[in-house]
Structures are given as C-alpha cells and as structure tokens.
C-alpha cells in the first residue's frame, strides 16, 4: 500500500544483534498495528498501538507510536532465528485495514 | 478454537479459467475480510464483510471478482476469468467486534493461486 511506506525492505543480522523496521503514514493514523508472516503462512498479530507517544512490549520486541501517530518503530532486541520473517505494520484508516510492503528479516545464526 | 479455514491451498489454472476460494472464518466473527498478496508485496485488501453485507470493496476488480458471504459465515471469492497478474496467495481474515477495537485479526493460511 502506498499509504504505509515500511523501511527497509529487507534485513540480515547476526543472531544476539539489534534490529529496528519503521512504517510511515502521510495520514494520521486512528491505529497502528503489527503482524508478523512466515512464508507460506497466514499473518499473525503481534501488537497494536493506537494514541501518540505510546509504547508496547512482548517479549524481546518492542513497538512505538510517534506522537504524531504518522510513524512507528518495531525494535527487536538480541535478535533470534526465531525473528525471522516478514514483518508487516497495517493502519486503521476509518474503514478497513490496510497493510505496508513489509520487511523480510533474516537472522544469521 | 478452531481458526480460519481456507481452501483449496493451490491451484493452478491457465488464463480465463475460473476459480473459487472458500473461507470459514472463527465462529461468532463477524468481519470478514478477502486480501490479494502478490509475491514480495503487502496484502491488499479486496472486500470487506460485516455479517453478510458488503463493508468495503473499493478495490475489488469487479469485472472479473466476486465475492459472497450469503448467511454472515462462510464466504467464497470468484475470479473469471483469470488473467496472468491474478497469480498471488488470497487471504480470508475474521475479527469480532471486540478485536476490531485491538486490531486483532484472524488469518488463514491462504490460497495460492497460479495462472499460466
């Protein structure tokens, strides 16, 4: 969706490594969420945000909303081969959800 | 809790065949959604049902798409005929009323689909 612009594309790190995939809006957002899909499969929830300035945790990620609620980070920390896949944020924008490019992440053991 | 069921998983047609997808979402969803995954790209959106009527379909191709959701529960989606740039995996998501507020979907496993 041009309307979700995710960065970057795609990501190789080492295993035990850091990581940060952004999604950005031109449209202020009324939610922002983020999924996660392994190849071949369906796309699993993993958190969503909804007012500016918040923060979420589960587990090693971690997603924030800028105060804008136009952008927002998912950082994953100590990376795991468990973290590979594509990460994908979609935005609630009024009706119906909409979903960026997505970032396939690959973690080198 | 059984999840959303999808079928078939493949199919492979040649151009301006025809083909269906069915979807079973979680029981007691009553959002439904279609989405079109091309290889390397997000998922976009086709339709979207609350119970058994149309929400959203801005973006469905309706010359050659049609989707139905007769009694509010299990939906198919139609492609006639099938061009070549309608190779892609098809993903059926439900939510409920409450996950619509969390923003928690539902997804099958999707159908792959293969024109030549």
């Known amino acids: 969706s041009q309307e979700l612009e995710q960065s970057p594309q795609s990501l190789i790190v080492q295993e035990g490594k850091n990581l940060t995939i952004n999604c950005t809006s031109s449209?202020?957002?009324?939610?922002l969420y983020w999924y996660k899909q392994k190849y071949g499969e369906g796309l699993i929830f993993l958190m969503m945000?909804?007012?500016?300035?918040e923060e979420k945790s589960h587990e090693k990620i971690t997603a924030k909303l800028d105060e804008k609620k136009q952008q927002s980070s998912l950082h994953i920390t100590a990376s795991q081969p468990s973290h590979a896949g594509i990460y994908l944020c979609g935005a609630d924008l009024g009706n119906d959800m909409r979903f960026g490019a997505g970032t396939r992440l690959t973690v080198k053991p | 809790e059984a999840g959303v069921a999808q079928s078939p998983r493949y199919k492979i047609i040649e151009k301006r065949q025809s083909v269906a997808f069915w979807c079973n979402p979680i029981s007691g969803h009553a959002t439904l959604y279609w989405y079109q995954q091309i290889l390397g790209q997000g998922p976009k959106l086709l339709i979207q049902f609350q119970n058994n009527g149309v929400v959203d379909d801005s973006q469905l191709p309706k010359d050659r798409f049609s989707a139905e959701r007769l009694k509010g529960v299990d939906s198919t989606l139609k492609i006639q005929p099938a061009k070549l740039e309608d190779s892609a995996v098809y993903l059926c998501?439900?939510?409920?009323?409450?996950?619509?507020?969390?923003?928690?979907?539902?997804f099958g496993e999707g159908s792959r689909l293969t024109v030549l």
């Open positions: 945000l909804q007012k500016g300035g």
């Open positions: 449209k202020t957002l009324y939610g």
């Open positions: 998501a439900s939510g409920s009323a409450g996950t619509t507020y969390t923003g928690e979907l539902f």
